[in-house]
């Protein structure tokens, strides 16, 4: 079967540190992706990971860990923008490369 | 500017009027990809494309359907829209299947049918 698991909100306080965590189960598994989804907006790609290990970008970072389905992303010095959904997505290995999405995970800052 | 162009943003259509949604995209990106989004479910795909004339099913393609006769556009058709196809639709393009870079996504079109 298919699934991604991710926790449906959290909250932080600007300036902080926020994990959001994501656990996967696929037939197959071709690399996780982030995307951030602001309401009514299309998500925007944030970061891949196909191998184990973490992977960062400015103030985001991502995680990985094939074998236990594992995945985090890691946004530090947050600031009140970064309130949105952030969405786990990992691609099949199938002929279809879909991508198979979490519910997202919707991630309030406050002052 | 590279982008995915769907049109149109908002549509409120009754059961049964066939409609369609148009999707483009200006990056020569031969993987095309269709996804609805309901609350609680996730991003769920519809339709996708390889290719040129190279369609194939998603996991939720009851009620759609889809064409690639050129490589910038993948419109999305609702032969008899049904009330349960109210949902927030978006198209997604990628340079192929394998992109490390994945999806990029087109503004959404949200649809109501009453």
């Known amino acids: 079967g298919q699934n991604i698991d991710q926790p449906t909100e959290m909250t932080a306080t600007e300036g902080a540190i926020v994990q959001i965590n994501c656990t996967y189960q696929?037939?197959?598994?071709?690399?996780l992706f982030w995307y951030q989804q602001h309401a009514g907006e299309a998500p925007t790609f944030l970061s891949y990971?196909?191998?184990?290990g973490l992977e960062e970008k400015g103030r985001f970072s991502s995680f990985l860990s094939r074998s236990k389905g594992y995945s985090y992303l890691l946004l530090k010095e947050l600031q009140m923008k970064d309130s949105a959904s952030y969405l786990c997505?990992?691609?099949?290995?199938?002929?279809?490369?879909?991508?198979?999405f979490g519910s997202g995970t919707r991630l309030l800052v406050r002052p | 500017e590279a982008q995915v162009t769907q049109n149109p943003r908002y549509l409120i259509t009754v059961t049964g009027k066939k409609l369609t949604v148009t999707c483009s995209q200006n990056?020569?990106?031969?993987?095309m990809s269709w996804y609805r989004q309901d609350p609680g479910l996730g991003l769920r795909q519809i339709y996708y494309?390889?290719?040129?004339?190279?369609?194939d099913k998603g996991d939720v393609p009851e009620g759609y359907k889809v064409s690639r006769k050129e490589k910038r556009n993948f419109p999305l058709i609702l032969e008899s829209p049904s009330p349960n196809q109210t949902s927030l639709y978006f198209c997604?393009?990628?340079?192929?299947?394998?992109?490390?870079?994945?999806?990029?996504f087109g503004s959404g079109t949200r649809l109501t049918v009453v």
């Open positions: 997505a990992a691609r099949s290995m199938d002929s279809s490369y879909k991508l198979i």
């Open positions: 990971n196909v191998l184990d």
């Open positions: 997604a393009s990628s340079r192929g299947g394998g992109s490390i870079y994945g999806y990029t």
């Open positions: 696929t037939s197959g598994f071709n690399g």
């Open positions: 494309s390889m290719n040129v004339e190279v369609t």
């Open positions: 990056m020569n990106h031969e993987y």
